[in-house]
């Protein structure tokens, strides 16, 4: 009986041992902050957006011609209302 019960024991460690192993590891993702990638135009883009949002718009600004000068396009109608907001040009 023992030697039943240990054997069941051990095989439901093994089953769980391999149900844990067989997990999927979640992917690495890209880097999504202008600090980490500097790279990453569209995180600029994304922050230039916030600081609009915010009324601080020299910062909207900075980060929307940065994002701009690694290549990204900024909707035109988001330039449009950034240019009003803040009374001045691209």
Same mark, same amino acid.
């Given at each position: 009986?023992?030697?039943?019960?240990?054997?069941?024991l051990t095989i439901l460690v093994m089953v769980v041992s391999l149900?844990?192993?067989?997990?999927?590891?979640? =992917?690495?993702?890209?880097?999504?902050?202008?600090?980490i990638n500097p790279r990453f135009a569209?995180? @600029?883009n994304n922050r230039g957006i916030a600081y609009y949002f915010? =009324?601080?718009?020299d910062k909207s600004w900075e980060n929307v011609k940065k994002a701009q000068e690694l290549? @990204?396009?900024?909707?035109?109608?988001?330039?449009?209302?950034l240019s009003k907001a803040s009374g001045r040009e691209r």
């Open positions: 009986m023992r030697n039943k019960l240990f054997a069941l149900i844990v192993g067989c997990q999927t590891v979640p =992917k690495k993702t890209e880097p999504t902050t202008p600090e569209e995180a @600029y915010k =009324k601080e718009y290549g @990204y396009k900024s909707h035109p109608k988001f330039l449009e209302d």
